[in-house]
């Protein structure tokens, strides 16, 4: 009976022991160590654009209208002025720095003026232009976005046709091109274009009229006026 009594009493004395222990409560570790953490929110974040753009654009070429043939003084030479579609394909190294080149091609009419004014119209010829620029974009007005540009051009002329003239060869020649417009964009894809080129553009050409050889300058320095749609893939 001893015993028994011994045996009871050392439980209920353990009891009594752990209760405050159990009793107590959670620790604010315990508590933080049961509850996971709020994963951060997800932030959508834009995608870049691509650095390829193309543009549509109708295009506006207006002559300076001047020129010469040697030995003959007072001589002087027009040019029809057109209008003609151009496609113009961009390339954006950065945000700022782009690369231009307009391809396009039209027809035009070389016209004696001055003391070749009653030659009437010399020749006609097809020209194309093929004009690479380097631009800088301005990128700080919002959908509005200028940018200028400077670079260098390859004016081939094909397809030649004497009128009053025996013959003609207008010869391809290198000019430099000076470039400012501006995209205003809609959204990310799709824009309007206004652009303003001047090229300085004087091919040398070699002309046979009356049977007599002549050669010549022909001073076109076109202003290429263009306005159409952008397109940013």
């Known amino acids: 009976m001893k015993t028994i009594v011994r045996t009871t009493g050392a439980l209920l004395a353990a009891a009594a022991a752990a209760f405050p222990l159990l009793s107590q409560p959670a620790s604010a570790a315990d508590i933080a160590a049961t509850v996971e953490p709020t994963p951060p929110p997800v932030v959508a974040v834009p995608a870049k654009p691509s650095p390829w753009q193309i543009r549509l654009r109708a295009l506006g070429v207006v002559t300076e209208n001047s020129g010469s043939v040697v030995g003959v003084k007072g001589s002087d030479l027009s040019y029809s002025d057109t209008v003609t579609p151009e496609l113009d394909i961009t390339y954006f190294f950065t945000d700022n720095i782009a690369a231009e080149l307009i391809l ?21 010829t097809w020209v194309l232009p093929p004009t690479l620029t380097l631009q800088y974009h301005f990128t700080n007005f919002g959908k509005f976005k200028p940018y200028v540009g400077a670079g260098i051009n390859y004016t081939i002329f094909y397809n030649q046709k004497a009128e009053s003239a025996d013959s003609i060869r207008v010869k391809n020649t290198f000019g430099a091109a000076l470039q400012v417009g501006f995209d205003y964009m809609f959204d990310q894809h799709w824009g309007v274009n206004l652009d303003v080129k001047k090229l300085f553009l004087e091919p040398r050409f070699d002309v046979t009229v009356g049977g007599a050889p002549l050669t010549g300058t022909a001073k076109l320095n076109p202003w290429l006026i263009g306005a159409g749609v952008t397109y940013r893939f």
């Not at 396009?104 to 006609?124: D, E, M, P, V, W």
């Open 104 to 124: 396009g091609t039209t027809t035009a009419n070389i016209n004696g003026s001055g003391s070749l004014s009653s030659l009437g119209t010399i020749a006609k």
